[in-house]
C-alpha cells in the first residue's frame, strides 16, 4: 500500500532534483557537484523503491531501497572529502 | 542484526561522518544560511538513517512515526542549500559584470581623452608647419628652410602613426595575456635599432647595443619597448647627433636574477618630479603633467613580465645631460 507521506517526500525529491539538473551550469562552481547530483538521485531512487515497495516486491524492493542510501551516504561523504580539500587548496571561495 | 539493519548502522555512521566534517571542518566556507540548510540536510538525513537503524536491528520503533515527517525536510534543505548558493553566485556574477563594465566605461573615456588631447595637438603643429609654408611661398629666401618644416610634418605624421600603434597594442595587453617565453635581447635589439633608422634616417643617430647576449622571459612587445624608448631619446633631444647606449648586464634583486638594461641618451633629460609620473597611465592620471601614451604602455608591459622600470639622469645631478632609462626583465 502506497503512504501519503512517503510519496510527498518522493515528489519533494523529484522537484529539488530537477532544480539541481535545471540549475546545473550555475551549480558546477561547487566542488564536486556531480557527486551531489548522484548522491541526491540515489536518495531519490531509495524513495522511489519506498513507494514501489508498497504495491509488490516488498522484500526486493526495501533492500534495494537501503542499498540505495548507503550508496548515497557513501557518495555524499566523498562529496565532503572533495570539498574539504579543495578549500585546503584555495581553489573556492567563499559561497563561490 | 538483520542485513537491513546492518546496512542502515554503516549508512548512519558515514551520514554522521559527513555532518562532522560540515560543522568541523568548513569553517567560514559558506554564509551562514547556506550552512545552516546544509546542516539541516545532514540531521533530517542521519534522523532517517536512524530511525531506519533502530526499526530495522529490532533495538527501537520509537521514531518510526515521525520519521517520515522529518524526512520531507530532506530534499527541502536541499533545495533551499542549492538555492542559496545559486543567489549568492548570481550576486558575485553581478557584481563582476558590473566591475567589468564600469572598467570598459573607464577605458573609452581613457582612449577618447587620448585621441582627442594627442591627435588634435599633432593636428595644431601640422597646421602650424602649413602656415609657416604658407607664408613663406611669397619669400624665395625663406624657401631654402622648407625641407625643415616637411621633416616636422613627416615627424608629426611618425608620431601620430605611433600613437595608433600604442593605443593598439595597450587595448590587446588589456584584453588578453600574452605567453611568456624566451628571448633572445640582442635580435631585438638589431631588429628595433635597423626600424628606428630608417624611420629616422634623416637623423644622425648613434645607437650602442651591447656585444654579450641574454635571454629574457618576455614576449614579442619587447620590440615595442625598446622602440618606445628609442623613439623618445630622439624626439626629446636637440643634439646634432642622436647617441644612445644601450647596456645590459646580470642583476640580481630578491632572489631573483633579472637582467638590468640600461637606455643612456644625451636627449634633453627629465626632471626630477617628473620622473615617476612619467610611467603614469592616463586611467591613473587626473589633473598630473600630460606625458605620451608610450611609457605608460612600457610599465604595464614590463609589469607583465614581472620586471622593473625606472629612470635616473646619465649624469648624476644633472637631468640636462640625458637619461637613463633602467628595465629589469627576468632571465630566462
Known amino acids: 500500500m502506497i503512504q501519503e507521506d512517503e510519496l510527498i517526500t518522493f515528489i519533494l525529491c523529484l522537484g529539488a532534483l530537477s532544480f539541481f539538473i535545471i540549475n546545473y551550469a550555475k551549480l558546477k562552481s561547487l566542488p564536486g557537484f556531480r557527486m551531489i547530483i548522484i548522491s541526491f538521485t540515489l536518495f531519490t531512487m531509495g524513495w522511489y523503491f519506498t513507494v514501489i515497495e508498497g504495491i509488490i516486491f516488498e522484500e526486493v524492493f526495501n533492500l534495494i531501497e537501503h542499498l540505495c542510501y548507503i550508496c548515497s551516504s557513501i557518495t555524499m561523504f566523498i562529496w565532503t572529502l572533495i570539498f574539504f580539500k579543495k578549500r585546503s587548496g584555495n581553489e573556492f571561495n567563499r559561497d563561490n | ?332
Not at chain 2, 557584481?95 to 577618447?112: D, G, L, M, V
Not at chain 2, 633608422?197 to 614576449?219: G, T, V
Open chain 2, 1 to 332: 542484526m538483520n542485513l537491513i539493519g546492518i546496512i542502515d548502522f554503516f549508512v548512519f555512521i558515514i551520514t554522521i561522518s559527513s555532518l562532522s566534517f560540515v560543522l568541523i571542518g568548513w569553517k567560514n566556507q559558506f554564509s551562514i544560511i547556506t550552512k545552516l540548510s546544509l546542516i539541516i540536510v545532514f540531521l533530517t538525513t542521519s534522523f532517517f538513517y536512524l530511525s531506519n537503524f533502530l526499526e530495522w536491528s529490532g533495538i527501537s520503533v520509537a521514531l518510526v512515526s515521525i520519521e517520515d515527517y522529518i524526512a520531507i525536510l530532506a530534499p527541502l534543505a536541499w533545495f533551499f542549500f542549492t538555492y542559496t548558493f545559486i543567489q549568492k553566485k548570481n550576486e558575485k556574477d553581478l557584481r563582476e559584470n558590473q566591475k567589468s563594465i564600469e572598467e570598459a566605461y573607464r577605458y573609452t573615456e581613457f582612449y577618447k581623452d587620448l585621441f582627442t588631447h594627442d591627435i588634435r595637438n599633432i593636428l595644431q603643429n601640422i597646421l602650424l608647419a602649413d602656415n609657416i609654408i604658407e607664408q613663406r611661398n611669397n619669400d624665395q629666401q625663406k624657401l631654402e628652410n622648407l625641407p625643415e618644416i616637411y621633416e616636422l610634418i613627416k615627424e608629426q605624421v611618425l608620431r601620430g602613426e605611433n600613437l595608433i600603434s600604442n593605443v593598439t597594442n595597450l587595448s590587446e595587453i588589456r584584453k588578453s595575456s600574452f605567453p611568456i617565453h624566451s628571448v633572445d635581447l640582442n635580435s631585438i635589439l638589431d631588429k628595433t635599432v635597423e626600424n628606428i633608422k630608417k624611420l629616422y634616417d634623416h637623423r644622425n643617430i648613434i645607437i650602442q647595443i651591447p656585444e654579450q647576449n641574454f635571454l629574457l622571459k618576455s614576449n614579442d612587445f619587447l620590440t615595442n619597448i625598446f622602440e618606445n624608448i628609442l623613439v623618445n631619446a630622439i624626439i626629446h633631444n636637440k643634439n646634432k647627433t642622436i647617441e644612445v647606449g644601450i647596456k645590459a648586464s646580470k642583476y640580481k634583486l630578491n632572489e631573483t636574477q633579472y637582467i638590468k638594461i640600461e637606455c643612456i641618451d644625451n636627449g634633453v633629460g627629465i626632471s626630477d618630479n617628473r620622473k615617476k609620473e612619467i610611467f603614469i597611465t592616463r586611467e591613473e592620471e587626473q589633473s598630473k603633467f600630460r606625458t605620451g601614451l608610450g611609457l605608460s604602455l612600457i610599465k604595464k608591459v614590463i609589469e607583465s613580465y614581472n620586471g622593473k622600470i625606472w629612470v635616473e639622469d646619465r649624469v648624476k645631478g644633472d637631468y640636462t645631460r640625458g637619461s637613463n632609462f633602467i628595465l629589469l626583465i627576468p632571465e630566462d
